[in-house]
């Protein structure tokens, strides 16, 4: 699967940045442009027509500075209990795997490919939780970490690693080929398969 190529023109941008801008202000001009801007780099054809991706930036944007802090609050409450209790359920799936436990049981090869988490971040963007972090916080470049990091307190910077997760809008049958692509080939390293089948299977992965 391939990933889809966006499907908005500049001209939409510039539509709902312009809306925005004469709705809120100049102060949030520079802000509103990067915030419209990312949502539109990473807006697919399913997400919604022209019309729909305005109406989605002009609903959505908070211009309080103490509402935009409330709402990364609660995104980063909610992503901590989501990212640890699939990586819980991750460590259950793979235990036998992992751990010297005795012979390793065909289910175990089955259930150690289960991966829960690898709909999360196509969910986070189809639920347009991903857009609305998308249009109220920058997904900085390594760039200006480097020149304005310095200045940044903790604060800043966990904002900086979260919104890490939506640098890319990768599809979720990538995510669960990539996946298995590391299981099997830890499963290669540590001996617990035929090693020339499973090298033969990890490169057909990665060729295809």
Partial sequence: METPPASLTASVAERARAALVTRYGAAHADSIARGVAQVAERWWPEDGNE??????????WI???AERGAAFD???????QVDGHLHEVRRELQRPIHLDLGPVRPVDLFLQNLDLGSHV???????KTAFFALLHFPVDTLAERLD????WDRRRWARSRFMDRFAERIPSSLIQKMGQVMREAMALAAGRADGKRLQERVRARLAG
């Fill in 121 to 127: 971040e196509e969910d986070l963007f189809r639920t």
């Fill in 74 to 80: 609660r995104l980063e409450q909610a992503m901590e």
């Fill in 51 to 60: 019309d729909e991706f305005v109406a989605f930036c002009s609903e959505s």
């Fill in 148 to 151: 304005q990091g310095r200045s």
């Fill in 63 to 65: 211009d309080s500075d």
